[in-house]
């Protein structure tokens, strides 16, 4: 990827392109592409370096609640976990219910472990963009 190739994204994008290439200790060459997608139902870039993925969030402001609604959705695989987690005995259903569970799954360990980053860890850009390594 080269500089003129980011004329392509908005002024914002590219500041926060640019300082995830900073963060990360990258150069601009090193990426091999950028696109725009959404995940949960929240606008993204998703880069890709070499089998790395990494993702920018452009607002978390709203991402608790977005993951909340793709948890409790019946779509999603959160109904089976808390079926399998109340048959081995780890969840009472009497006292926890399946919000109440999902609830504790993001206080306890985190956005980062629902939306499966490499390591469970994000870091912070500007405004109220996070970014984190998927892969």
Avoid: H
């Avoid at 997608?37 to 990494?54: R, V």
């Avoid at 976990?81 to 109340?86: G, K």
């Avoid at 926890?96 to 999902?102: A, H, L, N, Q």
């Amino acid at each position: 990827m080269n500089v003129g190739d980011l004329l392509e994204f908005t002024l914002d994008e590219r500041k926060l392109i640019l300082e995830f290439v900073k963060s990360e200790s990258l150069t601009l060459d090193e990426i091999d592409s950028i696109e725009n997608t959404d995940m949960y139902d929240l606008d993204c870039l998703e880069i890709e370096i070499g089998n790395q993925e990494y993702y920018i969030i452009l607002d978390d402001t709203i991402l608790d609640d977005k993951l909340l609604d793709y948890m409790k959705d019946e779509g999603s695989e959160y109904p089976y976990f808390y079926t399998q987690a109340i048959e081995a005995k780890t969840v009472d259903p009497v006292y926890t219910c399946f919000t109440d569970w999902i609830e504790q799954i993001i206080q306890y360990d985190g956005w980062e472990s629902v939306v499966g980053t490499y390591d469970g860890s994000s870091c912070e850009l500007s405004g109220n963009a996070v970014y984190f390594r998927r892969n």
